[in-house]
């Protein structure tokens, strides 16, 4: 299996412009997780679905934060606006349930810079 | 509320060196325990978990015993390589949630 996939690895923008990032969970899995990880807040959970549906998603920053899953192989986080303070590492996560005792596999992550 | 505390990093050994990495918890219920590694420029990956008091996960070398009377998680390895360098999250689980709440993780640097 090829494992989470994410993209872009890295990426680079400017204040005030949309970003977009990406994900693959592994396949047969259906359960979905956004994390972001910083220096000062460690690593945070944004968002959780489970079989495409947003459970809780009490962990995005702001409206400016958005996600989807439009299916069982995809998903995405917007961010529109960016501001600086969202440069951070973002994990997508996929577990095949989402039972915390089930293992979550962690994609490479995006390195997002906004300057 | 539920919390895990790990000790303050970095933590720098010469290789062959034994490891502690302290994880304590607080938890209401009966949570699952598991240790996370990070290396470096990649996503976490699971190194070792335990379900129940007194389980001991192990992999790779590492070791860890779930204390339910000390509320305590250690990671342990008998000899440290330099490939081991990276940073180690401890983490709990509910079985009434789906969360699994992370540590801060302690970074580990071994030198040749």
């Known amino acids: 299996d090829a494992g989470v996939i994410q993209s872009p690895r890295h990426e680079v923008t400017e204040m005030g412009q949309e970003v977009t990032l990406r994900c693959k969970p592994i396949?047969?899995?259906?359960?979905l997780f956004w994390y972001r990880q910083t220096m000062m807040r460690g690593l945070e959970l944004l968002i959780y679905f489970n079989n495409n549906v947003p459970i809780d998603d009490s962990g995005m920053p702001e409206d400016r934060f958005s996600a989807k899953m439009p299916n069982a192989s995809f998903s995405t986080l917007k961010i529109q606006p960016s501001e600086p303070r969202d440069s951070a590492v973002y994990f997508c996560?996929?577990?095949?349930?989402?039972?915390?005792?089930?293992?979550?596999?962690f994609g490479p992550g995006t390195r997002l810079t906004v300057l | 509320g539920n919390s895990v505390t790990q000790m303050e990093g970095p933590v720098t050994l010469s290789e062959e060196a034994f490891l502690t990495i302290n994880c304590t918890y607080t938890a209401t219920g009966y949570p699952s325990l598991f240790w996370y590694v990070q290396y470096p420029g990649e996503g976490l990956q699971l190194l070792l978990k335990?379900?129940?008091?007194?389980d001991k996960g192990s992999n790779k070398g590492f070791e860890a015993t779930y204390r339910k009377e000390t509320t305590s998680f250690h990671l342990e390895k008998g000899s440290v390589q330099v490939s081991d360098s990276a940073v180690y999250f401890c983490a709990l689980g509910l079985d009434s949630s789906y969360k699994l709440i992370f540590g801060s993780g302690t970074r580990l640097l071994v030198r040749p």
């Open positions: 335990a379900t129940k008091a007194d």
């Open positions: 996560a996929s577990s095949l349930l989402g039972e915390p005792r089930n293992e979550q596999f």
């Open positions: 396949s047969g899995h259906n359960s």
